[in-house]
């Protein structure tokens, strides 16, 4: 039983990238997923979370308008396609599931209810 979140880099500011949550030994769908991340230095953020199907989502006000979640329950995978990125959007960005399905407790206060986490990815903007 394994999430791992894949996907992050080095990219400029402006640029894109997209991160992979992927599940191993259980079924990504009977889950809400969230995207947290945290930059060195400061608490962990909520960034985007999305129910058991892709019509509930949620995203942090920093990300609005720039970051899109989705998934792919064929796939057991959740995705963040992040684009317009800046250089504060550096940080480790980690996946979680919720199985509760509580997709709007999305924020650091709220990470507490999501149970299983993967490893982490690095994304890494220049100005």
């Known amino acids: 039983v394994q999430l791992q979140a894949s996907g992050g880099g080095l990219v400029q500011s402006g640029g894109s990238l997209r991160l992979s949550c992927a599940a191993s030994g259980f079924t990504l769908g009977d889950y809400a997923i969230g995207w947290f991340r945290q930059a060195p230095g400061k608490g962990q953020e909520g960034v985007s979370c999305i129910g058991r199907s892709d019509s509930s989502s949620t995203y942090a006000d920093s990300v609005k308008g720039r970051f899109t979640i989705s998934r792919d329950n064929a796939k057991n995978t959740v995705y963040l396609q992040m684009n317009s990125l800046k250089p504060e959007d550096t940080a480790v960005y980690f996946c979680?599931?919720?199985?509760?399905?509580?997709?709007?407790?999305?924020?650091?206060?709220?990470?507490?209810?999501?149970?299983?986490w993967g490893q982490g990815t690095q994304v890494t903007v220049s100005s």
């Open positions: 979680a599931t919720n199985p509760h399905n509580l997709w709007s407790h999305c924020s650091g206060d709220g990470a507490y209810e999501y149970d299983m």
